[in-house]
């Protein structure tokens, strides 16, 4: 069955750095691949996804990620964080198979950043 | 830009009552779905509904739980008898016909069962 890791449930950067947030799917064939962000009692709102075409993917507040089909990773990063940045961060695969969709969640990370 | 809705924003229960949980998905969306976070962990697949049907569901998704759309812009998760490990944050989420479009989420439901 099709599964999700991120790694690294707590990931702590300073304000300007690097973010930095991993996730590799299982199947051998690629999926579907999103990555979605969660504010404080806020729902899940879409931050890019990955569907076919360039492997490189720009989403909204300035992440991007890279689709690597040898690693099967699409690793999450944005070149400088913001403080309004923290929240938790959740990849998502959808089987291109399933018509009905349905997705499948990584265990999430959650992003802090520092003055 | 169009949302899904989700009421209400917090539901307590006494254990084995039922509850209602209700959504608003995007108004030109065909797929909708239901999806549960318990506190600590990931965000879990319940159900698919596609064509006034399910399409698919989770092993979560035992006889206690049914879902409906009574008309045209409601989706309605049912909890016949519920226990106090159905407490999660309750999520719907909807998605235009094709399958590699993004799911549009809502806020959740908070559901706390006593």
């Known amino acids: 069955a099709q599964s999700v890791t991120q790694l690294g449930s707590h990931v702590s950067v300073s304000e300007g750095a690097l973010v930095l947030l991993r996730c590799n799917y299982s199947?051998?064939?690629?999926?579907?691949l999103f990555w979605y962000v969660q504010y404080p009692n806020q729902g899940l709102q879409l931050l890019l996804k990955?569907?076919?075409?360039?492997?490189l993917v720009k989403g909204i507040n300035g992440f991007e990620a890279e689709f690597k089909k040898s690693e099967t990773s699409f690793h999450l990063t944005k070149p400088s964080a913001h403080m309004s940045d923290a929240a938790e961060y959740f990849c998502?695969?959808?089987?291109?198979?399933?018509?009905?969709?349905?997705?499948?969640f990584g265990q999430g990370t959650e992003l802090s950043v520092k003055p | 830009e169009p949302e899904v809705t989700q009421t209400p924003s917090h539901q307590v229960t006494q254990m084995g009552q039922e509850v209602i949980l209700r959504c608003v998905p995007i108004?030109?969306?065909?797929?909708f779905y239901w999806y549960r976070q318990i506190l600590g962990q990931k965000v879990e697949f319940l159900v698919s509904?596609?064509?006034?049907?399910?399409?698919?569901k989770s092993e979560i998704f035992d006889d206690q739980f049914s879902v409906e759309r009574p008309d045209g812009s409601n989706f309605t998760l049912k909890i016949r008898s519920t226990k106090l490990e159905d407490s999660a944050m309750y999520f719907c989420?909807?998605?235009?016909?094709?399958?590699?479009?993004?799911?549009?989420f809502g806020d959740g439901t908070r559901l706390s069962i006593l």
């Open positions: 989420a909807s998605r235009w016909d094709r399958e590699n479009q993004p799911q549009h």
């Open positions: 199947s051998s064939v690629p999926p579907y």
């Open positions: 990955y569907t076919t075409g360039a492997t």
């Open positions: 998502a695969v959808s089987d291109r198979s399933n018509q009905g969709g349905k997705l499948i």
């Open positions: 108004s030109n969306h065909l797929y």
């Open positions: 509904f596609y064509n006034n049907e399910i399409s698919e």
